[in-house]
């Protein structure tokens, strides 16, 4: 059953025991009300024979029934009783005999209320000058009972009147209200493995549906760098492998072609062993990425002080070059250190910025490098800046293509892979990173993180 269904038969069934319970509330309280007034007639039923049978001393007994029906209208099956204290009939007629036990009753409690069957009784103690009576009356309420067999079939079809078009309404108001979830389960069906890269509509509410989506856009960012780090590793491993091992081969075939000078065979040595150092780098990095992408999809998330992690690596790159050659500038601190805390992998975090801080000393033949924090309400911003050759702005993008190195970068000794996985790695911890750069005057890697605080 879909949710929207259920919603709506639970909504239903929830309106349904409420109405039920109020119509058996109103239907309990008429016939209460309609028993209460047909016991009150029965009573004034019984005051009134009282006064026609009892009082009238000196009015014949066919006078007296003359005024009876005259006066007295009789009630449906109506039963009338007048007992003397030996318990013997006063107007003598055998329909209207009622049990000593019952008559003794009334005697005792001097009015009595009771239910035969489907007839109602009243029985009173009556004092008069001749002696003290008992008078019973008994009647079939015909016509109260006919309002309430009305009134329950009324009630019958109004409940399923309303409980019919209450399951309409609540599963019109489902139906609408899960309508984005409609629309997210139609943009999830068209996500597959070959467009990772598409994202559902997350809204601009604070609402359940939307928090869902949120989360299942950052499953699929997590998902899509997994697979582009391990696309990245298989298309480019035996690329990236094929070229110097082709070359190796061809020098040392070139060489055992034919008897050469000593020169010769060290030419061929020197080359071979540049494409072996080449080799071992390609092989190094690609290792590297492999692990990259093993820490990656396995990351534990867990709090990152980024001012500690700024510090870390002051420490180590200053260590690693000697003097004071990172240099880390404040400028703006929160009064709030949880405000500088990120849900993040440190090692990966470390990994990233390791390549960003290794490129600039590279490419700046190992000038002084220049890190700034800055956080505010908002962001927090990491900038690394250095005084290399610059990038070219047709180039800025394509640094983070793994493999791919600038025409300027050619020159110095690397594989291209360390900005890709850099780039993958801020993204994960929902952080993005861009370059200013320009050709001769050095560049500035900015690496931005949301403040938890949003």
Same mark, same amino acid.
């Given at each position: 059953?879909?949710?929207?269904?259920?919603?709506?038969?639970?909504?239903?069934?929830?309106?349904?025991?409420?109405?039920?319970?109020?119509?058996?509330?109103?239907?309990?309280?008429?016939?209460?009300?309609?028993?209460?007034?047909?016991?009150?007639?029965?009573?004034?039923?019984?005051?009134?024979?009282?006064?026609?049978?009892?009082?009238?001393?000196?009015?014949?007994?066919?006078?007296?029934?003359?005024?009876?029906?005259?006066?007295?209208?009789? @009630?449906?099956?109506?039963?009338?009783?007048?007992?003397?204290?030996?318990?013997?009939?006063?107007?003598?007629? =055998?329909? !209207?005999?009622?049990?000593?036990?019952?008559?003794?009753?009334?005697?005792?409690?001097?009015?009595?209320?009771?239910?035969?069957?489907?007839?109602?009784?009243?029985?009173?103690?009556?004092? +008069?000058?001749?002696?003290?009576?008992?008078?019973?009356?008994?009647?079939? &309420?015909?016509?109260?009972?006919?309002?309430?067999?009305?009134?329950?079939?009324?009630?019958?079809?109004?409940?399923?009147?309303?409980?019919?078009?209450?399951?309409?309404?609540?599963?019109?108001?489902? =139906?609408?209200?899960?309508?984005?979830?409609?629309?997210? $389960?139609?943009?999830?069906?068209?996500?597959?493995?070959?467009?990772?890269?598409?994202?559902?509509?997350?809204?601009?509410?604070? &609402?359940?549906?939307?928090?869902?989506?949120?989360?299942?856009?950052?499953?699929?960012?997590?998902?899509?760098?997994?697979?582009?780090?391990?696309?990245?590793?298989?298309?480019?491993?035996?690329?990236?492998?094929?070229?110097?091992?082709?070359?190796?081969?061809?020098? $040392?075939?070139?060489?055992?072609?034919?008897?050469?000078?000593?020169?010769?065979?060290? !030419?061929?040595?020197?080359?071979?062993?540049? +494409?072996?150092?080449?080799?071992?780098?390609?092989?190094?990095?690609?290792?590297?990425?492999?692990? %990259?992408?093993?820490?990656?999809?396995?990351?534990?998330?867990?709090?990152?002080?980024?001012?500690?992690?700024?510090?870390?690596?002051? &420490?180590?790159?200053?260590?690693?070059?000697?003097?004071?050659?990172?240099?880390?500038? *404040?400028?703006?601190?929160?009064?709030?250190?949880?405000? @500088? %805390?990120?849900?993040?992998?440190?090692?990966?975090?470390?990994?990233?910025?390791?390549?960003?801080?290794?490129?600039?000393?590279?490419?700046?033949?190992?000038?002084?490098?220049?890190?700034?924090?800055?956080?505010? +309400?908002? &962001?927090?911003?990491?900038?690394?800046? +250095?005084?290399? *050759?610059? *990038?070219?702005?047709?180039?800025? !993008?394509?640094?983070?293509?793994?493999?791919?190195?600038?025409?300027?970068?050619?020159?110095?000794?690397?594989?291209?892979?360390?900005?890709?996985?850099? !780039?993958?790695?801020?993204? @994960?911890?929902?952080?993005? *990173?861009? $370059?200013?750069?320009?050709?001769?005057?050095?560049?500035?890697?900015?690496?931005?993180?949301?403040?938890? =605080?949003?």
């Amino acid at each position: 059953m879909k949710i929207k269904n259920r919603l709506a038969f639970n909504f239903s069934l929830i309106s349904a025991a409420v109405l039920f319970v109020i119509l058996t509330v109103i239907y309990i309280t008429f016939y209460s009300l309609f028993k209460s007034e047909f016991y009150e007639h029965l009573n004034d039923r019984a005051k009134v024979a009282a006064q026609l049978y009892l009082e009238a001393d000196e009015i014949s007994s066919d006078s007296l029934g003359h005024v009876r029906e005259r006066y007295l209208e009789k @009630l449906p099956g109506e039963l009338l009783g007048i007992y003397d204290e030996r318990n013997r009939s006063f107007i003598g007629n =055998k329909q !209207q005999y009622w049990s000593d036990k019952i008559i003794d009753k009334v005697r005792n409690k001097k009015s009595l209320q009771f239910r035969v069957g489907t007839r109602q009784a009243v029985g009173i103690y009556y004092y +008069d000058n001749q002696g003290n009576f008992v008078i019973l009356v008994s009647a079939v &309420d015909e016509q109260n009972i006919k309002r309430l067999l009305n009134m329950a079939e009324v009630m019958l079809v109004l409940f399923i009147v309303i409980n019919g078009g209450l399951f309409l309404i609540g599963r019109w108001f489902a =139906k609408r209200s899960l309508s984005p979830i409609d629309k997210v $389960i139609e943009q999830m069906q068209q996500i597959t493995v070959n467009n990772l890269h598409l994202r559902v509509q997350e809204g601009k509410g604070k &609402d359940e549906i939307t928090e869902l989506a949120r989360y299942f856009n950052r499953l699929l960012q997590h998902l899509q760098n997994a697979f582009e780090l391990q696309q990245a590793f298989v298309a480019n491993a035996s690329h990236e492998l094929r070229t110097p091992l082709t070359s190796m081969i061809g020098e $040392i075939e070139l060489s055992l072609m034919r008897l050469r000078t000593h020169t010769d065979y060290q !030419q061929t040595l020197q080359s071979v062993l540049a +494409d072996t150092v080449r080799l071992n780098e390609t092989i190094t990095s690609l290792m590297e990425l492999a692990q %990259t992408d093993m820490e990656y999809t396995q990351a534990e998330l867990s709090p990152v002080m980024i001012d500690e992690l700024v510090w870390y690596l002051h &420490d180590y790159w200053n260590k690693q070059k000697g003097g004071n050659k990172f240099i880390v500038e *404040i400028e703006h601190m929160p009064e709030d250190a949880n405000a @500088l %805390t990120i849900m993040g992998n440190r090692s990966l975090l470390i990994i990233a910025f390791n390549n960003i801080i290794g490129n600039a000393f590279k490419f700046s033949n190992n000038e002084p490098v220049r890190c700034t924090l800055n956080a505010n +309400d908002t &962001d927090i911003s990491i900038s690394i800046k +250095d005084s290399g *050759i610059g *990038i070219a702005a047709q180039e800025i !993008q394509k640094v983070f293509t793994s493999f791919y190195r600038s025409p300027e970068g050619r020159e110095f000794p690397g594989s291209g892979i360390g900005l890709y996985v850099t !780039q993958k790695i801020i993204q @994960l911890f929902n952080g993005n *990173i861009t $370059i200013t750069s320009a050709m001769g005057s050095g560049s500035v890697f900015t690496v931005k993180f949301p403040s938890p =605080k949003i």
